[in-house]
């Protein structure tokens, strides 16, 4: 591989990884693998909040106010140079109303699973993940409606590509999916990311998190279409802090969330 690739790659693989949506669509994953041996964590918190809902026509019409504060821990592991663990416990806490009671929702899920490298060139990868998520703890005394004890399975395909542009690097994600979930209708996935280092201190990330899940039994069609912003910032060369917003653009049957994120990152 080329300098320019080693350098722009190093980069990716220090920072691509963003974790901050598992508990929005699940969207923690990167193409880019961890090197052999080497290990990121990243602690995360995600604040968001919604009275507004995507109905059946991709309108908006108003909604009892929700709002959800998860935190995540999220580590991987270079298992080899091919290879690349991941492990993910979370919890979250919500308050919404059903039928005009007011509810608490606490849940808690882990997730497991593994990324696989199957091509590399210069300044592109391709590379296979799949991951289970099981929930361990869920408050009883909610409806069940609203509570959220589904296994699910993901699998799927993943594209980066690396260039530099003004002398500052970048890189391109695309991720394509399938999710099974015991007990709710299934998913396909496509997630985009780019990430472009506008200081030698500072990354910016914009990406773009899509499912659909078609309609089944009692199960309409759903569609969601969310857009996020954020910044990591270099505080020593192993130790990082993230910040920014996302929201929901464009949906069908599901709810509008706006939302804010901040996370410690740190690598070793």
């Known amino acids: 591989m080329c300098a320019l690739g080693q350098r722009a790659l190093s ?44 109905n059946a026509s991709g309108k908006l019409q108003a909604l009892a106010q929700y709002r959800e504060l998860e935190m995540m821990t999220y580590a991987e592991f270079g298992a080899t140079d091919w290879l690349t663990l991941i492990f993910a416990p979370s919890s979250s806490q919500s308050m919404g109303s059903v039928a005009g009671i007011e509810t608490a929702d606490r849940y808690a899920r882990v997730d497991a699973g593994a990324r696989a490298r199957l091509w590399q060139g210069d300044h592109s990868i391709v590379s296979f993940q799949a991951s289970i998520r099981a929930p361990y703890a869920f408050q009883k005394s909610d409806p069940q409606g609203l509570r959220r004890e589904t296994n699910e399975a993901d699998i799927r395909i993943m594209y980066g590509y690396s260039f530099e542009i003004w002398e500052r690097t970048g890189f391109a994600g695309a991720e394509f999916g399938y999710r099974l979930r015991t007990g709710a209708v299934d998913e396909w996935r496509a997630d985009l990311t780019l990430g472009y280092r506008v200081t030698p201190g500072i990354l910016i990330l914009m990406q773009n998190f899509n499912f659909v899940a078609k309609a ?4 309409p069609y759903k569609r969601s279409h969310k857009f996020q912003l954020s910044a990591i910032f270099d505080i020593t060369e192993t130790w990082s802090l993230q910040g920014g917003a996302y929201t929901t653009a464009l949906g069908v049957n599901v709810r509008k969330e706006s939302g804010v994120v901040g996370g410690l990152w740190r690598k070793f």
């Open 11 to 54: 980069f990716v693989y220090c920072f691509a990884l963003i974790s901050t949506l598992a508990g929005h669509y699940g969207a923690w994953a990167a193409p880019f693998l961890q090197e052999d041996g080497r290990t990121q964590i990243i602690i995360t918190s995600t604040f968001d909040k919604s009275d507004r809902f995507c």
């Open 216 to 219: 089944m039994a009692l199960e």
